[in-house]
């Protein structure tokens, strides 16, 4: 039964989502790209068919905006978005009138294939879920692969099950609320393109040469990663404040995936953030000495206990009797003004890490590379996301400032770590 001849599923925006329509500017939208680089040129017309195939299988995902009196919701669209040719660079700003015809894009350009979500539907694991699932529908059309249904590939013939459906912070928060961070962190803020034109430069590295480096400072991937991003946050600071007393704390931001804690299958958005820092005043740092200091904070904050008082005051809030009588558009100023004042200013950046790619071995052979894209903040220039695939880590840094000087110093560390890069970039000549 397609959509026009059934009831199209609706829902209440999930905890994590509910700020975002009201943060959402007219040059920013909080969104991600998830892209899937193949052997061959993208055949548009299979890639619609591919599309087509998969809705019926994630009403969650292919959805629309819409608004009531008192709060933003999600409803199923009646058919899937047109697949079109990708812009000119990646994650164009998501205007309130598409997001109301549709709250994800699907596109191409050449050999790849790119699926954007406004993040109020999903997060990086959800939508990768559905990024999977798509290219592996695609992979059956354009080649005949009898791809399986393993690896994140859902089955097209089963029915959405109602725990892919669920607001997991609702069952799981807790009789805590955690206080909030006070926000005293460095931000870059750089020369803003005029028109917000979003560079992005991808740093390819070899898979077990960064694995190596991180065991032998006994931390994980993402620790190591988040430690030399700290040490370029670190320099770069340095650079503009010279005196010491007068710097600030450096803090990167680390989604934490709440389905490996809590457990749980929602494509909806389940995931709550780590921030991770380093105090400049307190004297220099070592690469191994911030490596350490990662991996025990991160050992300390990403328990089930600690991160469940960190999403629980978002809860409670929804929750307060008052707040759910009061009207859109003042719920609106309020939140937006939460967001400016504790959302992103809490840490300098985020670096989310989706970390490796897993496929079924029948779709493999015509994957070429798997990447993430997140987008920069909307008062700060720079994020930066990680995925793995095939043997090789590809480390993207967003920016929407003219210089590029973060990146520059990030990609340089790794290349004196021993770490061989191999850098891409879209900047205009």
């Known amino acids: 039964m397609d959509a026009q001849n059934r009831n199209l599923f609706w829902t209440r925006l999930d905890n994590a989502a509910l700020i975002f329509p ?20 993208v055949d548009p ?22 608004r009531s009196a008192f709060w933003y919701y999600l409803e199923e669209v009646e058919q899937p978005p047109a697949v079109r040719e990708d812009s000119y660079q990646p994650l164009m700003p998501m205007e309130r ?4 015809r549709c709250a994800i894009r699907v596109l191409y350009y050449r050999n790849r294939m790119a699926v954007e979500f406004f993040h109020a539907v999903t997060d990086g694991s959800g939508g990768m879920v559905f990024a999977k699932t798509l290219a592996a529908q695609y992979v059956r059309l354009r080649y005949g692969a009898d791809v399986k249904a393993t690896h994140g590939v859902l089955d097209l013939q089963d029915a ?3 725990e892919e459906l669920e607001d997991c912070f609702q069952r799981n928060a807790g009789p805590v609320a955690a206080p909030r961070d006070d926000g005293n962190v460095f931000r870059y803020r750089g020369t803003v393109e005029p028109d917000r034109f979003l560079h992005v430069t991808m740093g390819q590295v070899d898979s077990n040469a960064l694995l190596s480096r991180s065991r032998a400072l006994g931390v994980t991937v993402t620790a190591y990663l988040t430690a030399v991003l700290l040490q370029s946050l670190l320099e770069l600071q340095a650079q503009d404040v010279p005196r010491r007393r007068r710097q600030k704390p450096v803090k990167v931001q680390i989604p934490v995936n709440l389905r490996k804690l809590y457990g749980g299958q929602t494509l909806r958005n389940f995931v709550a953030v780590a921030n991770i820092g380093a105090d400049p005043r307190l004297g220099d740092y070592t690469l ?7 991996h025990h904070q991160m050992h300390l904050t990403i328990t089930a206990k600690n991160m469940q008082s960190i ?12 707040l759910k009588v009061v009207p859109l558009f003042i719920k609106n100023v309020i939140m937006r003004a939460v967001f400016d004042t504790i959302g992103e200013r809490v840490a300098s950046m985020t670096l989310s890490n989706l970390g490796n790619v897993e496929l079924p071995e029948e779709m493999t052979p015509f994957v070429e590379r798997v990447e993430f894209v997140l987008g920069p903040q ?15 880590t590809f480390i993207n840094i967003v920016r929407n400032s ?28």
Not at 45 to 66: G, I, K, N, T, Y
Not at 97 to 100: A, E, L, Q, S, T
């Open 22 to 41: 009201a943060a959402q500017r007219r040059n920013w939208s909080n969104a991600f790209r998830l892209s899937f680089t193949f052997r061959d040129p």
């Open 45 to 66: 017309a299979l890639l619609q068919q591919a599309l087509d195939s998969c809705a019926p299988r994630f009403p969650s995902v292919l959805v629309r905006l819409r």
């Open 97 to 100: 009138r598409d997001i109301r």
């Open 160 to 162: 959405p099950r109602p």
């Open 288 to 294: 191994e000495e911030l490596a350490k200091l990662v």
């Open 311 to 322: 999403f629980t005051p978002n809860v409670n809030s929804e929750q307060n009797p008052l």
């Open 378 to 392: 909307s008062t700060g220039p720079y994020n930066a996301s990680v995925t793995t695939w095939d043997g090789r």
């Open 402 to 429: 003219v210089e590029p000087r973060l990146e520059e110093i990030f990609f340089t560390k790794l290349v004196k770590l021993g770490c061989h890069v191999a850098v891409e970039s879209n900047d205009r000549a």
